[in-house]
């Protein structure tokens, strides 16, 4: 029975042999695609055919309003030539650096601190909700009245952006920590100084890199955002120049640079996480 | 060797005026004697307090009453002279098999090149040369159990407490880590107070089955097994386990007997 019907169904009786033979399904590289067999090839074509679409548009428009790939790609030269871009570039980096180096410290010591001793917790946990809660924007003119419009505004801004998310959830992985767990070190008669590094840290370094790959993607907002308002220095303030002076090319340039340098970050920091937490890896896939 | 002197433990109603009705007695009174490198089984429906009493033995529960004595020493907390193996082995997952065998020894401040070593002895002992780099997630579960009695044996323990370590695996499994455990227990020599709720696993494993009973805890019955050993799948066959296993469930059963209607 369930061998015949290949037959009748291939060959009905009122259908042109010829016919027949175009509405085969399709064969070998068009059918894995439609299997979706080859992802990569896919995704390129797609890339490839979006930038086609945006040269092919953007030559057609005012370059004051949008620019086209080749364009952009043709800026970059002149760029570097004068240095605008590594300035642009490395004074950016050099306060995302030093904030996020803040975030990360301050924020994995006092959520280790504030999820494993209550009294910590009781001492902070106001004021820490209460920032939490507040949006980070309405605090940057406050800041920069306070910090001026150089690199420590900046830096004060990104350590802002990039300390909630890893504070709570470092605090959450510390929560988390299994009770059992401790309890095998309670067994072997650690202390708690012991229970601390070897149990509650490593137990919770999965939710500790998470919170820094979130806090990396806050930072990088965090940091053009910064630089808007300032508007003297880095990215952000390189597209505010460009952005007043209609240099569309030159504004596209930056933004895929931003772009580039988000996806970066928080490439690198999966990465570390599974080199850091292989188990977590394995757990997520079962 | 091991003596257990009329332990009572209490929960809830601490304090609290009037909340006496609501006091449960986990242990109450509870005492038995464990010799030298006997295998005794507790034996008890879950809330029976086999857990607690474990608990106590190894330092990690306090009792209201009584006292457990280790060769006429009291034991006040964790201590070196005793293992515990936890329900699903409690091994750390960021640790290698190595890592999770010297784990009480480094707690303990071995230097490293002594705990490796010792550690390395154990792990050979328990079958598993060659898997030390090994995570627990990228091993089977008799690999994890013997990582697990690795560690509880690397202290070189009086007496090892084991809280149903095979609680949540399949039948098989089950059988084939009994049998695994016996074996290295058989070459390790070694006291052993093991918390089950199964029957035939209390009496497969044991030399003695203490069978107890709820509200309050305490013994309801001691009874030796005098199954030979080395013991296979052959024991179980034989007419004094049926016998052993109709008197335990009988002792058991008559714990039930007043709660029905």
């Not at chain 1, 010829?18 to 067999?37: K, S, Y």
């Amino acid at each position: 029975m369930t061998a015949q019907p290949d037959v009748t169904a291939s060959s009905p009786p009122s259908r042109p042999a010829g016919n027949a033979a175009r509405r085969r399904p399709p064969v070998g590289l068009l059918r894995d695609i439609r299997a979706g067999r080859h992802g990569n090839l896919v995704r390129f074509a797609s890339v490839a055919l979006t930038l086609l679409a945006w040269e092919w548009y953007g030559r057609g428009v005012d370059p004051v309003f949008l620019s086209y790939p080749t364009a952009i790609l043709g800026a970059v030269p002149a760029m570097l030539a004068t240095g605008e871009l590594q300035r642009a570039f490395v004074s950016s980096i050099l306060g995302l650096a030093i904030g996020l180096a803040a975030a990360i410290s301050l924020g994995t010591l006092l959520g280790l601190l504030m999820g494993r001793y209550r009294l910590v917790d009781q001492l902070l946990d106001v004021q820490i909700n209460a920032l939490y809660a507040t949006p980070n924007v309405a605090l940057i003119p406050l800041l920069i009245l306070w910090f001026g419009l150089g690199l420590l505004s900046k830096v004060v801004i990104i350590f802002l952006a990039g300390f909630f998310p890893i504070i709570v959830n470092t605090y959450s992985g510390v929560r988390n920590v299994s009770r059992g767990l401790v309890e095998v070190a309670l067994a072997e008669g650690a202390s708690e100084a012991q229970i601390f590094t070897k149990i509650v840290i490593p137990a919770a370094l999965p939710f500790i890199t998470t919170g820094v790959r979130l806090a990396m993607g806050r930072a990088v907002v965090g940091m053009v955002v910064a630089e808007l308002f300032t508007a003297v220095s880095g990215l952000g303030g390189a597209i505010i120049t460009y952005g007043n002076a209609f240099k569309t090319d030159k504004l596209f340039v930056i933004i895929i640079l931003l772009a580039l340098l988000g996806l970066f970050l928080t490439e690198s920091v999966r990465h570390l996480e599974r080199w850091l937490a292989p188990w977590k890896e394995t757990e997520r896939a079962n | 060797m091991l003596e257990i002197i009329a332990l009572s433990k209490t929960y809830g109603g601490e304090g609290a005026a009037g909340a006496g009705e609501h006091v449960t007695h986990v242990l109450d009174a509870v005492s038995f004697n464990v010799a030298r490198n006997q295998f005794v089984c507790l034996l008890g429906a879950s809330g029976c307090g086999k857990t607690t009493l474990l608990r106590i033995a190894a330092g990690l529960t306090v009792p209201d009453g009584g006292e457990i004595q280790l060769e006429g020493r009291q034991v006040t907390g964790p201590g070196q002279d005793r293992s515990l193996v936890f329900q699903n082995y409690g091994l750390l997952p960021w640790r290698s098999v190595m890592g999770n065998v010297e784990f009480g020894l480094e707690m303990r401040g071995v230097r490293k090149a002594e705990r490796r070593a010792i550690s390395q002895k154990y792990i050979d002992r328990v079958g598993l040369t060659g898997y030390e780099r090994h995570y627990p997630h990228q091993i089977s579960g008799g690999m994890q159990q013997r990582t697990a009695l690795a560690r509880a044996f690397s202290k070189d323990p009086k007496v090892l407490l084991m809280d149903e370590p095979f609680a949540a695996v399949d039948m098989q499994t089950r059988e084939m880590l009994q049998d695994e455990l016996l074996k290295i227990w058989t070459s390790m020599q070694t006291t052993v107070l093991f918390v089950t709720h199964s029957i035939e696993e209390a009496i497969y494993l044991g030399d003695r089955v203490l069978v107890m009973g709820a509200r309050p805890g305490r013994i309801k019955a001691d009874i030796a097994t005098e199954l030979p050993r080395p013991r296979d799948e052959a024991a179980k066959s034989s007419p004094r386990f049926d016998e052993l296993r109709r008197l335990v469930r009988d002792k058991l059963r008559h714990d039930e007997a007043p709660a029905a209607p």
